[in-house]
């Protein structure tokens, strides 16, 4: 069973960046596509960022330009820097997974990290 574990969520200023990670406990090549989502207060949770084992990519438009995801194969973790943070970046961050499994798309996800955006 591989596990999703995100890092890198923290406070900082609009404008700011930050970097998230997931790594996964086994190769993220069994994923047919992985991604970052998140979650606001009362919202639900909501698809930031895609990314296949190719390389190809695929973003909200909310953070289009300001945000970018990749991966580094040899090491299994998914990155997600963000750039220009807005206050409605505020979320709870979530790594997500998929897996086809006996023809059956089965979805891993990560505990979260938290990224509060302050004015």
């Known amino acids: 069973q591989v596990q999703l574990a995100e890092s890198g969520g923290g406070l900082v200023q609009a404008g700011g960046s930050l970097r998230l990670s997931c790594a996964a406990s086994?190769?993220?090549?069994?994923?047919?596509?992985m991604g970052w989502y998140r979650q606001a207060p009362g919202n639900q949770r909501e698809l930031v960022a895609t990314i296949t084992p190719s390389g190809s990519t695929n973003y909200a438009d909310s953070v289009k330009g300001r945000f970018t995801i990749s991966r580094d194969n040899a090491k299994d973790i998914v990155y997600l820097q963000m750039n220009s943070l807005k206050p409605e970046d505020t979320a709870i961050y979530y790594c997500?997974?998929?897996?086809?499994?006996?023809?059956?798309?089965?979805?891993?996800w990560g505990q979260g990290t938290q990224v509060t955006v302050s004015s």
């Open positions: 997500g997974g998929d897996k086809l499994v006996r023809g059956a798309t089965l979805k891993y």
């Open positions: 086994g190769s993220i090549f069994s994923f047919y596509v």
